[in-house]
């Protein structure tokens, strides 16, 4: 039997819906069977999030508020006191700036002998200068501590060769692909006629879905541009801050929603547009497990995720993206429906949420301390 740690605390920028490392993290947390004794979670930004889910569940979790320098001393100050309070096995940090906030709160909690350092890469080659200076300040401060974790998780082969580049010199480094919920992400045919109504598509009408948060990495411009040339599709945009973008006739913008699988049953091809810093899209995946064929962009592990079941793309061509749209919409119903049999597959075979529990508790074993 493989040792489960008596106590793990994670440590995340944010538990927002619709974030892809939050609903992850949410997933992990909540597995069962646990991944460890008792599970907590601090999370360094209030807000709307996954947090009555996870504390329904028998997860503890704290909310600190790093939105200013006296949040972030003050919030650094409360998790090293949690730290030493708690005394958890493992303190595992999502994200840059989880990552540099559990190195420190283990560091100042005088626990960092008895407790092990993992950290979490979610991300690829993103473009710093699209974001303020604090994220790029927070990234060089990860590489530069990189080799004080015990372990760094990467989400993608992408992601960790990209930081490899970065300066990041890790001790030990384990990639980790995102799990998918495929239990809940899959076809319905009664939820595509019903949202198909609710919205006003014709039956024979082929729909493009795009799930994503408006971030400059995920080129929603991009995206428009592309169903701009494809007037006779219509196109699902879904994710926080889609609902202020540029209204055009063929695009419903949706914005926040929590009933993506339905959603994605409405459409017929779910697409990936980003520019850069993908990791592992955890909405393609998701996607593709309710059987839908997939457009990606050749960012990330996107072309490991949709394999030969979908058609990548290079990046920032909304040409180029178009063309594969329209590519998949000509091969018809049948066309598309056998694809997307063989991307559902694809998914169940390599990334359903129960590889990617059994691999984390292999990873938390492996970083036991010996009990006394």
Known sequence: MIARPRKVLHVTTALFIGGGADGMLTRLATAQPRLADE????????????VDELRAAGVAVVELDFGTMGGIVAGLRRLARLIAETRPDIVQGWMYHGDLAAAIGL???GRRRDTRLVWGIRCSDVDFTRYGIGLRLVAKACAAWSRRPDLVTANSVAGLKCHLRLGYRPRRAEVVPNGIDVERFKPDPAARAAVRDELGIAGETVVVALVARVDPMKDHAGFLAAMAGLPDLRALLVGPGTGKLPNAPNVARLGRRTDVARLFAAADIVVSSSAFGEGFSNALAEGMACGLPAV????????????????????RDPRALAAAIRALAGEGAAGRAERGTSARARIL????MKRAVERYAE??????VPRS
């Open 363 to 368: 990873l938390y074993a492996s970083l036991a």
């Open 349 to 352: 075979a390599n990334f359903g």
């Open 39 to 50: 599970i907590i979670i601090v999370s360094l930004r209030p807000g709307v999030s996954y």
């Open 296 to 315: 990606a962009t050749d960012v990330g592990d996107a072309a490991l995720i949709v394999g030969d079941t979908g058609l990548i793309v290079p990046a």
């Open 107 to 109: 560091a100042l909690s």
